[in-house]
């Protein structure tokens, strides 16, 4: 198989990692994955990421096709590359199984494999109100032990971005077995998004791990909900960030985002961009996200800005929204909407993406550290430009998470990452959560700020999210 002029220009951001590259973006899109979801909410982002990232046969089943064909619509539109189908009969064709979840789910689903007794590697992913457990399972006897763990629960996922986080890790976990790189997963991963929370169990400590998943919150969801509706959000950058972010808190409920990017769609935005797609190429991003984003939720509104986030609009801008998530793939841009929401006390959702890693923070002025914190003198001499690539569902865990943290900020509920950064390395499926100081020598928020209004910004880089 060669790839074509068209094919390399939309996985250049995978073809230049040397991880992936040519022939592994050609092992790609002759795999197939098999995906198993309740409902179609559950495996949205995951088939859109696979989609985008080029897995060349996607076989979906839903227990609930509602929905299915507008699902299947976007990820093909997406990728004209890829094959997406809803799976009859043959259940041992993939590479690899994804299965998305309630505990009943899964365990109705592992059931099934097992009176099928044909094993294939398996991805099982627990969704249990805000916790996702994900755990890769290598055989058949594996996977019987652990469904002789699972106990029938009444608790359901109640926010769309926790199944997005699933989906993003599977995806994520998905590639990395299709080529052999990184490391997979050996133990079970447990990761708690009300309260920002990372686990890991080995094998033989499944049953702890199933337990906690099993631990309810208390949540007053009717509350969050008229919190959602009446707020008003500004996403800058509707790009490898923006989409995601923008996805999950379109489909959450958020009454109001605006969009801010004065770029069009390019074809090789679309490994990782999955807002837009190949019949949307030349059409700027702002208008490309806004019609997909209000097909999936016409209750909402869209604001969108067709133009650069500046010093001479920025506040105007910032002014209109409660909230600002920056999804942004330049420096003077973080540090811009950085300054202008602490002069303005507006809370700020910063991630940042790059190869196979991410990290994500959350900046509430007066309250905790800002960016100018993290990087108060950056030494743009010891930069470089280059661009080194990014898998593509990537900036798509950042993007979900930031729109976590997005949905805890409004309606008060859960434990962000103020005063906290979350690192993330893809390659060894590692989370680390790092509690921050405020720096008192911030230029900007220290005992002693030097920085008093807005300032100008001439570094640049190239693109990379």
Not at 71 to 80: C, I, V
Not at 106 to 113: A, E, H, R, S
Not at 315 to 336: F, G, P
Request: one cysteine or more.
């Amino acid at each position: 198989m060669i790839l074509s002029k068209e094919q390399i220009n939309r996985y250049v951001r995978h073809i230049i990692m040397p991880e992936i590259s040519g022939q592994g973006q050609k092992k790609l899109l002759g795999s197939s994955i098999s995906v198993f979801g309740e409902n179609v909410k559950d495996l949205f982002s995951l088939t859109l990421y696979l989609s985008a990232m080029g897995i060349g046969h996607i076989n979906c089943y839903f227990e609930n096709k509602e929905g299915y064909d507008l699902l299947f619509s976007q990820a093909t539109d997406l990728n004209t590359d890829v094959k997406v189908q809803l799976i009859k009969d043959d259940f041992t064709v993939s590479d690899i199984r994804l299965v998305i979840g309630s505990i009943d789910f899964i365990k109705k689903t592992t059931d099934f494999f097992i009176n099928e007794n044909a094993f294939i590697p398996t991805i099982l992913s627990v969704i249990n109100q805000w916790k996702v457990g994900i755990n890769k399972i290598s055989d058949l006897k594996e996977l019987s032990g652990f469904n002789e763990l699972l106990d029938k629960s009444s608790s359901t996922c109640n926010v769309s971005f926790v199944s997005a986080v699933s989906g993003t890790i599977c995806a994520i976990e998905a590639v990395k077995h299709i080529l052999n790189i990184g490391n997979t997963l050996k133990d079970m991963l447990v990761f708690d998004l009300y309260n920002m929370g990372i686990s890991t169990y080995e094998k033989n400590e499944a049953k702890r791990a199933i337990e906690s998943l099993n631990i309810k919150e208390e949540i007053d969801y009717k509350n969050a909900e008229e919190k959602l509706s009446n707020a008003k959000v500004l996403i800058v950058g509707a790009g490898g960030l923006g989409s995601p972010s923008s996805l999950a808190l379109a489909m959450a409920g958020v009454g109001t985002i605006g969009l801010v990017d004065s770029d069009v769609v390019e074809i090789s935005n679309l490994n990782r961009q999955v807002l837009h797609s190949s019949s949307r190429i030349g059409i700027s991003k702002a208008d490309s996200a806004k019609f997909i984003l209000m097909s999936f939720n016409p209750q909402i509104k869209i604001d969108t800005y067709i133009e650069n986030l500046t010093k001479k609009n920025a506040e105007e801008l910032i002014d209109k929204y409660d909230l600002v998530i920056s999804a942004v793939d330049n420096i003077q841009t973080r540090y811009l909407i950085n300054d202008a929401c602490y002069f303005m006390k507006k809370p700020v959702i910063e991630a940042g993406v790059l190869r196979f890693d991410g990290t994500n923070t959350t900046i509430i002025p007066d309250k905790g550290h800002c960016y100018r914190c993290l990087y108060p003198n950056l030494n743009t001499k010891g930069m470089s430009c280059a661009e080194t690539g990014v898998l593509g569902a990537v900036p798509g865990l950042m993007g979900f998470i930031q729109a976590a943290e997005a949905y805890k900020v409004i309606t008060g509920l859960g434990t962000n990452l103020r005063n906290k950064i979350l690192l993330f390395d893809g390659l060894d499926m590692e989370f680390n959560v790092i509690n921050l100081d405020k720096n008192p020598d911030c230029p900007l928020c220290g005992n002693n700020p030097t920085i008093e209004k807005l300032q100008d910004y001439t570094f640049r880089c190239n693109r990379v999210d």
